[in-house]
């Protein structure tokens, strides 16, 4: 696990509150606390554990705020590490939470499941890709599937001015990682809060859900959002407050960092199907990750699964690859490999 890096006051009325996320590779996630009449107002809120809840209290405590007194929060998108602690924070100070309505959506659907109904769709998703036996097993044996957070009460939408005098807080949709994944530019500090959309290191996850579906292209979309960002008015005074890893400038190089380490991702798997036809799980375990595969734990293995079916998704929407029609298991091709006489 990383350290956590200390609380920091970075300057009128702005800090930054790392809340651990205690077991997990991840470490920490920024909370950024801004100062605004009538209460702070929060970015992101943190992962759902008690270890998180007292750091976000004493971080706040030292920025000089009682949790009390926290109006809202806005929520770079609806995942745990950054949505967990709504509920606590509403129960604590009554504060309002806002999303994008995308990111909203995808949490109404996940409470209309129970975690045994999403346990076993994804099971069923892992096994028309293809995942062998003992890992269906071990999948069955511990299902991980996270409580959904609370359901915000706001509704962001892009470029929609947060309703709080006297703070400029500007949401840009930049969908992928999420669907309503949203930056926030304060334009009058020139600084961009980027949540998970771009981090200076290393790329955020952007998977295909369910694994096998055919619907929507979220790494055309954030491709296309990484694009956007890079081209946003004197893109390279702004400083980038991420979620995760260290502050960082030069958003317009990194954006393209970005954008070109999937595309090259895109032409290896597009030449790996010239090979012939594979399932999701075979074209997975044949690509590089930052583990070797067989050091995999199982939920980075489906992780891993999901971001190969959203660089298919897009090869298909690029007119490179097709999928066959079986629906028990589904086998991927290049075009031009499909289209030879047998």
């Known amino acids: 696990m990383r350290e956590v890096p200390p609380v920091e006051d970075l300057g009128e009325g702005l800090w930054s509150i790392p809340v651990p996320v205690p077991h997990n590779q991840i470490g920490f996630t920024y909370v950024y606390a801004l100062s605004a009449p009538g209460g702070p107002v929060l970015i992101d809120t943190g992962w759902d554990h008690d270890d998180s809840w007292d750091a976000l209290v004493s971080g706040l405590k030292q920025a000089g705020h009682g949790v009390?007194?926290?109006q809202g929060a806005v929520l770079t998108h609806f995942h745990p590490d950054h949505s967990g602690l709504t509920g606590r924070l509403?129960?604590?100070s009554d504060a309002w939470v806002a999303m994008h309505p995308a990111d909203i959506e995808v949490l109404r659907?996940?409470?209309?499941r129970t975690p045994d109904e999403r346990g076993a769709s994804v099971l069923e998703q892992m096994t028309r890709a293809g995942f062998p036996e003992q890992d269906l097993e071990a999948f069955s044996a511990a299902p991980n599937a996270f409580p959904a957070p609370?359901?915000?009460d706001r509704a962001l939408g892009d470029g929609e001015r947060l309703d709080v005098p006297g703070l400029d807080l500007r949401p840009l949709w930049t969908p992928g990682h999420t669907p309503?994944?949203?930056?926030l530019h304060l334009a009058e500090r020139d600084l961009l809060f980027t949540g998970d959309h771009v981090l200076p290191r290393i790329t955020p996850h952007v998977g295909q859900f369910p694994l096998d579906s055919a619907d929507g292209d979220p790494l055309g979309d954030f491709i296309a959002s990484q694009a956007r960002i890079g081209r946003l008015p004197e893109a390279d005074r702004l400083l980038c407050l991420p979620s995760h890893e260290t502050r960082f400038s030069d958003l317009t190089a990194r954006t393209a960092e970005i954008v070109d380490h999937h595309e090259e991702r895109l032409d290896f798997m597009a030449r790996l199907l010239?090979?012939?036809p594979t399932t999701l799980w075979e074209l997975t375990s044949r690509l590089e990750w930052r583990r070797p595969w067989a050091d995999m734990r199982l939920l980075a293995r489906h992780m891993a699964a999901s971001e190969t079916a959203a660089h298919l998704r897009l090869l298909e929407e690029r007119g490179l690859a097709t999928r066959n029609s079986s629906?028990?298991?589904?086998r991927w091709v290049s075009v031009a490999q499909a289209q030879r006489p047998e």
């Open 68 to 70: 009390d007194e926290v």
């Open 90 to 92: 509403r129960e604590a």
């Open 109 to 112: 659907r996940l409470e209309e």
């Open 150 to 152: 609370a359901l915000p």
């Open 180 to 183: 309503g994944h949203l930056c």
């Open 274 to 276: 010239e090979q012939g």
């Open 327 to 330: 629906v028990e298991l589904p």
